[in-house]
């Protein structure tokens, strides 16, 4: 495996977090996406001579993601609980509106 490929997952995955932290979903999933590229290439051909570092690298990056998942399900939550509660302001405005129409 490529050393300098693995220093550049774990700097994609670090960047990865650092958007995610700054609420900046797709340039998470864009990093995300240059990182799989990354990996790939690192691990073609000789993935099971993996060495213990390696691994331990690997499992690093496998509980940013499970992290980063966890929260980007948080997040998409407060976004739809946000959502709601601005539709059922536009319903109470709509309601007050017609009633002093009407009075």
Known sequence: MDQR???TALEL?????AAAD????EAAAELAGQRHACLETALAGDAWRLQPP???ALRSMLAADQALAARATCA???TAAALHAL???RRMQGAYGAQAAAG
């Open 13 to 17: 995955t670090a960047a990865m977090t």
């Open 5 to 7: 490929l693995l220093a």
């Open 54 to 56: 390696v691994i331990d």
């Open 87 to 89: 539709h059922g302001g």
């Open 76 to 78: 998409r939550r407060e």
């Open 22 to 25: 700054a609420g900046a979903w």
